[in-house]
């Protein structure tokens, strides 16, 4: 026979010799969720092993993750007062703002991403300002947006990422930025964000479900994959540094689309639901862990992502990292 391609596949060293793709702990991105009031930390119910940190604690785990060798973490804040406005979010002495400084001033090469978006602090549980109909205020949201942005910088923020999915937030921010003096503050859009179900269990800890209505008027319709390109092409005219898709396994073509077309670092978010399934899978000895997840790790990479945020980043790394 001349061709026998499991000659190759033989032993662990060969398969190593001829791997096609392997995921670095470098490239991962680990979410972090921190709390301006103490008494909301603790365990998420629907994503077990992740929690709700207060500020010390969200330092703490930083440093056990760049001692993991993770050298980035996504910051989401969970404020004490929400109200129509958002008016927390752009506050200097906001928890995100804490969390940025006090992860800066405790392991300074971490890289610090904050999410940029409102959902968290609005009351109405929506991505931003609303008008009299309860339509989300595209201009407006903006420009409120740009102020959290600098109020990020300030705090010593390397990247902001926006998840509003409002449209012009890329050029607008970066404007800001630049005009602020913080042109080295680089912007992770989230470029083809989808209206997703698999975001359920992440509105339950960062208690932003909306509380009438949805968010399809503004995140994408998961049907659409041109539509992505396009957003994806806007966004990196805008300015974006790192363009992003999200969620995860159920837009891998849209990945891999993104990546023949376009020459910008492409992160993908394998989300709160991606978690909660596989976590509950592996609850009921339905699936293997390890395994599982080093073949989720493996898919993304091969669909071209160059940067994985995902809740799974911490167990990935405790066994592939080489530790610090
Ligand atoms: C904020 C935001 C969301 C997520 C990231 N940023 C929630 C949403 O859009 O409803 C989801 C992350 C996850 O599910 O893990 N807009």
Redesign the pocket.
């Known amino acids: 026979m001349l061709h026998r391609p499991r000659r190759l596949r033989r032993t662990p060293a060969l398969r190593a010799l001829v791997r096609e793709h392997r995921t670095p702990v470098e490239a991962l991105v680990m979410?972090l969720f921190v709390v301006e009031r103490e008494s909301d930390a603790g365990p998420i119910s629907s994503m077990p092993g992740i929690a709700r940190h207060t500020l010390a604690q969200c330092i703490a785990e930083a440093e056990r993750l760049f001692g993991l060798g993770i050298n980035a973490v996504l910051l989401?804040g969970i404020p004490a007062h929400k109200d129509a406005v958002a008016s927390r979010n752009a506050d200097d002495d906001g928890i995100v703002q804490r969390a940025i400084a006090g992860i800066k001033a405790a392991v300074p090469e971490m890289l610090t991403i904050a999410?940029l978006?409102n959902?968290e602090y609005t009351d109405h549980g929506h991505?931003g300002l609303l008008d009299e109909r309860g339509e989300v205020r595209n201009d407006e949201t903006v420009a409120l947006l740009t102020e959290v942005a600098r109020s990020y910088a300030r705090a010593g923020v390397d990247v902001v990422a926006p998840?509003?999915m409002m449209d012009g937030r890329v050029a607008a921010i970066r404007r800001a930025l630049d005009g602020d003096g913080f042109s080295e503050v680089a912007i992770m859009a989230?470029s083809a964000?989808y209206a997703s179900a698999?975001?359920g269990?992440?509105?339950e800890a960062?208690g932003?479900t909306p509380q009438f209505g949805d968010?399809r008027g503004y995140?994408m319709d998961p049907p659409n994959a041109r539509e992505a390109m396009r957003e994806i092409a806007l966004d990196i005219d805008e300015g974006a540094d790192i363009v992003m898709v999200k969620p995860a396994l159920p837009y891998l073509d849209i990945v891999r689309s993104a990546r023949d077309r376009f020459e910008t670092p492409i992160a993908v978010?394998n989300?709160?639901?991606e978690y909660a399934m596989m976590e509950a899978a592996f609850e009921r000895g339905w699936l293997e862990r390890e395994r599982s997840i080093d073949e989720l790790m493996a898919s993304f990479t091969r669909a071209g992502a160059d940067i994985i945020i995902s809740y799974f980043a911490a167990d990935y790394a405790l066994r592939h990292g080489r530790g610090r």
């Open positions: 979410p989401f999410d978006c959902c991505c998840s509003d989230y964000k698999f975001y269990p992440f509105r960062a932003s968010r995140q978010y989300v709160s639901g």
